[in-house]
């Protein structure tokens, strides 16, 4: 089914860092069987206590466990399906996601997370390539689905819509203002659609019976955004999310405390950041999550902040970047604040800086794929942290430099960032060929050029495929991104090679005006005192917005194909 990369020699390299005080150099991964023992370990310890709260409503440790065995024991009985069935799962920040993703992993179902963004051409991509029987679905997406349902094997099709977990009056409102008042919910006709809550009553007339897994059953399908080439499934079992559940853990515990967390998660639980560490890293320590449904609205995640004492917030650059540009951030509470947390995307250092003198608290980078599960390194959270580096490796981490052939590189020294751990994937879902080429001596191959520091500390200079060859010169887009973004008219900025006759390629900048007098000479002028000749613009394009994923990583390759499209 998939190369799980042993079949390559593996080697081991030297690694000269130190961990942070207080952080083991290794995790148990075996402490638990499966994800399961872990949700109940939970639901025990933490009952009476907030897990999740959406749009102000709540639901206990002791609702969560109580409505996803509801539903758990709906799959198991009614929907013709069975132990290892892919199950997707379409929709944004709600309440219905942590039940419906508890209950299809504690069926001993397979969870294929979902963009609900995603166009028909890609869901289809998505469920046929996973061979997903059934999908939960926010209605809003359900013309998508429409379109494709018959090319692909969706027997079930459980919908739901916004507010179906306000209860109430409340629910009732949401759903009637987001598809008669919005018009955010595009007509649609499945006439076999079954109501995920009606699915969760059905489950009450089941006893829930606790399927037999193991740390090596597959847990999650989770695809690559797809940013080069076809979107691939990467295969993660119970072992690596566990893994990296402790190995987060670990790594924060100096600052977290149980029962005591109050954690903002405005990345969709569906991405593999959110999932492992806002939605289960939390979930061991009985943290409260607070689920921002739409975080793109600027002004209301903003008056929502404004009603939690949060300790905890996790994002990326973009989203720090916008709330720092909100001009009522600035005079919210941050008293309470003890971690905040970038990944996905590079921070760039004009934001982290931004971000600790607004706030108090630094903002720490880390760093993973969703084929690490995802973290492999982060910033300590001890003080000692490093603007402008994604810290040392977690615990039972192995990170080292390569070169093209294998080799480890001298420190301080540029390579591709590679990887070993109990966090990897084994591979992608069916996908053989795909997974043997990303494997090297044992070791993942991210994809990444880094360098590490002389404590231990890795950097990263850019994306492999992003870099820009200026007459034999390799330019880091990040590293022209970083100097751009520290000039104080300039809001966003994006930064890729186009074919040039006399240099093979030169950089293009395309930016986002924080101040509408911004000129390109003055930024041709910013450019000529920061950066050395070969890495300035050669081209410069004013854009009202950048194309970006649905967590806002900012999409380089759509700016590329629009210039190749161009000629």
Request: proline share 5%.
């Amino acid at each position: 089914m998939q190369n799980t990369g042993e079949t390559s020699t593996t080697k081991d390299y030297p690694w000269f860092g130190k961990y942070p005080a207080g952080v083991p150099k290794d995790i148990d991964p075996n402490q638990y069987e499966s994800l399961l023992d872990l949700f109940e370990e939970s639901f025990k310890k933490y009952a009476d206590l907030d897990a999740y709260e959406c749009m102000g409503k709540s639901i206990t440790f002791r609702e969560l466990d109580e409505k996803s065995a509801k539903f758990a024991a709906y799959l198991q009985n009614d929907s013709g399906l069975e132990k290892g069935d892919r199950v997707a799962i379409q929709m944004p920040n709600i309440l219905q996601y942590p039940v419906a993703m508890l209950g299809v992993l504690r069926a001993g179902m397979v969870v294929v997370n979902t963009n609900p963004l995603y166009t028909a051409r890609e869901m289809e991509h998505q469920f046929k390539d996973s061979g997903a029987k059934a999908v939960i679905i926010v209605k809003n997406f359900a013309f998508n689905l429409e379109k494709i349902r018959s090319k692909t094997g969706i027997k079930k099709v459980y919908t739901t819509g916004l507010g179906d977990m306000l209860g109430g009056l409340k629910g009732g409102i949401v759903n009637f203002v987001v598809k008669y008042i919005k018009k955010m919910v595009p007509a649609y006709n499945i006439p076999d659609e079954i109501n995920f809550v009606s699915a969760l009553e059905s489950g009450t007339s089941h006893n829930y019976v606790r399927p037999e897994l193991n740390r090596e059953d597959i847990a999650f399908l989770q695809y690559t955004g797809g940013t080069t080439g076809v979107s691939k499934g990467a295969v993660l079992k119970h072992k690596n999310v566990i893994a990296n559940m402790l190995q987060i853990g670990e790594w924060m515990k100096p600052r977290l405390k149980e029962k005591e967390e109050l954690v903002i998660t405005a990345l969709p639980l569906y991405h593999i950041f959110a999932l492992t560490v806002n939605c289960l890293a939390m979930l061991k320590i009985g943290a409260k999550n607070i689920l921002i449904t739409n975080p793109r609205d600027m002004p209301g995640f903003v008056k929502e902040l404004g009603k939690h004492k949060f300790t905890v917030i996790t994002g990326v650059n973009t989203l720090f970047n916008g709330l720092l540009n909100n001009p009522d951030f600035k005079s919210l509470d941050f008293s309470h604040l003890k971690i905040a947390v970038g990944g996905g995307m590079a921070v760039q250092k004009v934001v982290a800086e931004s971000w600790e003198k607004t706030t108090g608290t630094p903002l720490a980078e880390g760093y993973g794929l969703t084929e690490t599960s995802p973290v492999l390194t982060c910033n300590p959270i001890d003080g000692t942290e490093q603007i402008g580096t994604i810290g040392p490796p977690l615990p039972s981490t192995e990170v080292v430099i390569l070169d093209e052939e294998g080799n480890q590189v001298k420190q301080g020294e540029r390579g591709e960032i590679c990887a070993k751990g109990p966090q990897v994937m084994d591979g992608y879902w069916q996908r053989e060929e795909e997974t043997k080429k990303v494997f090297i001596n044992g070791y993942f191959k991210t994809g990444d050029i880094g360098v590490f520091l002389e404590d231990g500390f890795v950097k990263i200079v850019d994306r492999k495929k992003d870099m820009i060859n200026v007459s034999g010169f390799n330019v880091y887009p990040n590293d022209v991104e970083d100097t751009v973004s520290s000039h104080p008219k300039v809001l966003e900025v994006a930064a890729i090679g186009v074919a040039d006759e006399k240099s093979s390629e030169v950089v293009k900048l395309f930016i986002v005006k924080k101040d509408q007098s911004l000129t390109e000479q003055e930024v041709f002028d910013y450019c000529k005192e920061n950066l050395t000749a070969y890495k300035r613009p050669k081209h410069i394009e004013f854009r009202e917005e950048l194309p970006k994923t649905n967590v806002g990583k900012i999409l380089r390759r759509i700016l590329k194909e629009e210039q190749e499209a161009k000629g």
